[in-house]
């Protein structure tokens, strides 16, 4: 067989359908809300809670709203697409099993590769970001760890490794591991604290807007020492590189496809639900925030509870932290639960190691990659900065989200009359704004996040060719 005939070998959508009733891997117990609320998990965290006072500080100011706008026409042009291909393939494994179906083997390994790391840095980023808000409440109880255990190498004197962001790493591998339907409804009941928390905010902030705070709302384009620009359109465009991270996480809930009670249904629903929540939310957010203190004293780790502490409030300040700290975790949660299922599904198809894809004998949970990740995003979060591992995120994060609208226009070409719960609207405009705006964004991102990037995938190469491309399911057939 050509290396090209292997490359590109696939299981058709046919009979990736025809495998979902048979399969037993995992127990269905998950309804929509509860697909919905992983999705709002995923997406509503630290992007509100961090990034978007970060970002205006650094280099949108007011404009951060327009940045999230920019960020979420990618985003919602692949959730459409998303949302078509959860309804026709409701298997484990998401942008990598659509990839599969549509493209190739080839392609589906190094989108894989590219999910498995993007969904574990975002969780230790996120962990990272969690920490910050802990810890500020705790300050605000008169309780403060060793200055050596506040954060990472580089984030401040004398700091050298995050316990708190390690800690909930681990802690969050162990619930996925004891049962997915116990974490699915801690996880919903801590979605509800972080959306009332954003509602506080919104609700409480508007009475306290100075518009002279939104002037200009596009700041003057400047450079620092270093010869890099802020502010300008330029700068929104940057801050949407990095808030993308925000406005993403809808398809940590397709990973679970074989965990739903109904996939073909509730799937598309979530995907679509959770976005447009977060958005609008996301949008309001950011403009009272720089609406009620001036932006350049929102560069802080944690922005939000700090503005209104600025304003006398403190118990909003208290109340915002125990939302941010409840909320983020449902992000860890989202991910984790993601990233140990592609995994799962990797070795499921041959892909790596078959010891990778037992299932838990009593909670039925992918529990051995659940559990190494947990380790593995731990040592993350306690040694790299928020900021590192937010960029190296959304490149991977793109690069899927252009697979995905690439393969709908494949597939409408290649089957066209093919049956669809749902069918994303106007192809080919939508998918190749999805692609258009992606490519723009990741050409944003800074060229040290392109170089670890490319590392990345081509040992991912090294993998595939040294194992999956002889050892996969697919090679055992032919």
């Not at 080839?106 to 989108?111: K, R, S, T, Y």
């Not at 306290?208 to 929104?236: K, L, Q």
């Not at 937010?390 to 989200?401: D, H, M, R």
């Not at 996040?449 to 040294?466: C, K, P, S």
Request: include cysteine; glycine fraction near 10%.
């Amino acid at each position: 067989m050509s290396l090209i005939a292997q490359l590109t070998r696939h299981k058709s959508i046919e009979q990736l359908q025809a495998e979902v009733g048979t399969r037993r891997d995992f127990r269905r117990t998950l309804g929509l809300w509860q697909l919905t609320a992983i999705g709002l998990g995923g997406i509503i965290g630290v992007g509100i809670f961090v990034l978007a006072g970060q970002q205006a500080a650094a280099n949108a100011g007011p404009a951060v709203a327009l940045a999230f706008v920019i960020a979420g026409i990618a985003s919602a042009a692949a959730a459409l697409c998303y949302a078509e291909f959860a309804g026709l393939i409701p298997v484990t494994g998401s942008a990598y099993t659509y990839g599969y179906a549509v493209l190739g083997e080839g392609v589906a390994w190094l989108i894989g590769w590219d999910l498995l790391l993007e969904y574990a840095l975002i969780v230790a980023a996120v962990a990272s970001g969690w920490s910050g808000y802990l810890q500020n409440l705790l300050a605000a109880g008169g309780v403060e760890l060793p200055v050596w255990a506040q954060g990472a190498i580089g984030t401040g004197d004398g700091r050298v490794f995050n316990v708190i962001a390690a800690a909930v790493s681990l802690a969050v591998s162990v619930l996925l591991t004891v049962r997915t339907e116990w974490g699915a409804r801690f996880n919903t009941v801590i979605v509800a604290i972080k959306v009332a928390g954003v509602a506080l905010v919104i609700v409480v902030g508007v009475f306290y807007i100075n518009p002279a705070n939104w002037h200009p709302f596009i700041p003057e384009r400047i450079f620092d020492a270093n010869g890099v620009g802020h502010f300008g359109f330029s700068g929104v465009v940057t801050a949407a590189a990095v808030v993308f991270f925000a406005v993403f996480g809808y398809d940590t809930l397709t990973t679970a496809a074989e965990e739903s009670k109904n996939p073909q249904r509730d799937l598309p629903r979530a995907v679509l639900l959770s976005l447009g929540v977060s958005m609008g939310l996301y949008l309001t957010i950011s403009l009272v925030l720089t609406g009620i203190v001036p932006y350049a004293t929102l560069a802080n780790d944690a922005p939000v509870s700090n503005a209104f502490q600025a304003l006398g409030l403190t118990w909003v300040r208290v109340a915002i932290s125990i939302a941010a700290v409840c909320g983020i975790i449902s992000v860890v949660f989202a991910f984790m639960l993601a990233a140990a299922r592609i995994w799962f599904a990797l070795a499921r198809d041959g892909l790596l190691p078959a010891w990778f894809a037992k299932v838990h004998p009593k909670y039925g949970t992918p529990y051995r990659p659940t559990l190494i990740l947990g380790v593995v995003t731990a040592l993350a979060a306690g040694a790299l900065p928020i900021g590192e591992l937010a960029e190296l995120v959304n490149i991977g994060t793109l690069s899927a989200f252009i697979v995905i609208c690439v393969s709908i226009l494949v597939l409408r070409h290649r089957q066209p009359d093919l049956s669809r719960t749902f069918r994303t609207p106007w192809v080919p405009f939508t998918p190749l704004v999805g692609i258009g705006f992606s490519i723009w964004l990741v050409s944003q991102l800074p060229w040290i996040t392109w170089e670890r990037f490319l590392i990345w995938m081509a040992l991912g190469l090294i993998v595939y060719f040294g194992y999956g491309i002889r050892r996969s399911k697919l090679a055992a057939q032919r």
